[in-house]
């Protein structure tokens, strides 16, 4: 058919004519170019390093359901989709799947087991890489690592499940990275950890979103860069850390945590440090210690809602701090704790507590228009004394000053 179509074609310039091919002709051709850039494993060739050692830029393999024994790498590709089809990838004790040096590509619907240190690794100047509808279990040190300084990696739809150490972890200097929509069940070390104790420059830009974390043995999220986002997370049963903590040695200028909900947390819900972070919108419930902790500086809490707080409900260190229309109810201890020097409380509102309202240390503060009821000992008790911090039209019917 081919052959005939190209003679065709010659003879029809050659005698100054033109004419359309038929629909259908087209439609065989570009299936057969489809079928050049698409190798079947094993139909095609034996093993999927062999099909990724034979594949050129805008290939698709393609992997017979069942599992494999490999050690996979993925050195200098550019442009290459693998579907997995359900397949098993088994590391044997070793690293079961490495992309170094390559970009745009896609992996999809793989199981990656029994990999040490790691399922996933990428690493050199890798970039553009998607990784979606995939699950990892049984690696020893995590699920994926992301070095430095690969960038722009997608991780969405996949399922964590029995890990004994982390679920994802990047190394400081990656940057850009999406972690969307992911399930991460029954995990021994730290869900999402973006730059943990790694300080520097963290992980920049990136995006935690839409995740759902539960039985979490240390944190459920850490993170630390500029500009970051970590946004409508659901996050229950971290047994000893934080919902959501910021790297306690890496940038946040301009980082946002909204509209997460984070419950039964074994040590914190929402911990932010460093500078100029935006902490809006979270519900945090049933904590074991501080709902929401704002050290560093000059950091925005709006309209948070924290209940059911063991320690404090929200607590403001360091300096610069401002805290607006936040909701406190039925915290064991205090609703606000407020430390350091020169925070702004503005229309707060702390209920129900079973020790003060407003808590009140340091001097600097300006508080007005807040509110309180119901707190078992005082509404407001500042411990600095008065005229150390500016009140204005707030409503505390039970108040003491450290005179």
């Given amino acids: 058919m081919s052959r005939i179509v190209i003679v065709a074609t010659l003879c029809a310039a050659a005698a100054g004519l033109t004419f359309a091919l038929p629909a259908l002709m087209l439609t065989e051709l570009s299936e057969a170019e489809a079928a050049n850039t698409r190798i079947r494993v094993p139909q095609?060739?034996?093993?999927?390093?062999?099909?990724?050692?034979?594949?050129?830029?805008?290939?698709?393999?393609?992997?017979?359901?069942?599992?494999?024994?490999?050690?996979?790498?993925?050195?200098?590709?550019?442009?290459?989709?693998?579907?997995?089809?359900?397949?098993?990838?088994?590391?044997?004790?070793?690293?079961?799947?490495?992309?170094?040096?390559?970009?745009?590509?896609?992996?999809?619907?793989?199981?990656?087991?029994?990999?040490?240190?790691?399922?996933?690794?990428?690493?050199?100047?890798?970039?553009?890489?998607?990784?979606?509808?995939?699950?990892?279990?049984?690696?020893?040190?995590?699920?994926?690592?992301?070095?430095?300084?690969?960038?722009?990696?997608?991780?969405?739809?996949?399922?964590?499940?029995?890990?004994?150490g982390h679920g994802i972890r990047a190394n400081p200097g990656a940057t850009e990275l999406r972690v969307v929509g992911n399930e991460f069940l029954d995990v021994a070390g730290i869900g999402i950890a973006l730059a943990y104790e790694g300080g520097g420059i963290g992980v920049p830009n990136s995006v935690i979103e839409k995740n759902h974390l539960a039985s979490i043995g240390q944190h459920g999220v850490v993170f630390g860069g500029d500009g970051t986002m970590v946004s409508k997370n659901r996050i229950e049963g971290v047994t000893n850390g934080w919902g959501i903590a910021v790297d306690d040695s890496t940038s946040t200028l301009g980082a946002v945590i909204e509209r997460n909900r984070v419950s039964g947390a074994g040590g914190g819900g929402i911990r932010c440090l460093w500078t100029g972070a935006t902490v809006t919108k979270n519900r945090v419930e049933d904590i074991e210690w501080v709902g929401l902790l704002a050290g560093g500086a000059d950091h925005l809490l709006l309209g948070n809602y924290v209940s059911d707080a063991r320690t404090a409900g929200i607590r403001l260190t360091g300096t610069g701090s401002t805290a607006e229309r936040n909701k406190v109810r039925q915290g064991k201890d205090d609703g606000f704790q407020v430390e350091g020097t020169g925070h702004t409380l503005l229309g707060n509102q702390s209920r129900g507590n079973n020790k003060y309202g407003y808590y009140v240390t340091g001097a600097g503060h300006a508080i007005s228009r807040n509110t309180a009821k119901g707190n078992g000992d005082f509404d407001l008790w500042d411990l600095a004394g008065l005229g150390a911090n500016t009140y204005v039209k707030n409503r505390f019917p039970k108040e003491k000053f450290w005179l």
């Fill in 44 to 164: 095609d060739q034996p093993t999927l390093q062999a099909a990724i050692d034979a594949a050129g830029p805008g290939f698709t393999i393609s992997l017979t359901p069942g599992t494999y024994s490999e050690n996979v790498v993925i050195a200098g590709k550019t442009d290459l989709r693998i579907d997995g089809r359900g397949s098993v990838l088994n590391g044997g004790g070793a690293t079961a799947l490495e992309i170094l040096d390559s970009t745009m590509v896609s992996l999809k619907r793989l199981v990656l087991s029994n990999g040490t240190p790691y399922a996933l690794l990428i690493r050199g100047t890798s970039a553009d890489i998607t990784i979606s509808k995939c699950e990892f279990a049984d690696a020893a040190t995590a699920g994926v690592l992301v070095d430095n300084p690969v960038a722009r990696v997608t991780i969405e739809k996949c399922e964590f499940v029995g890990l004994p």
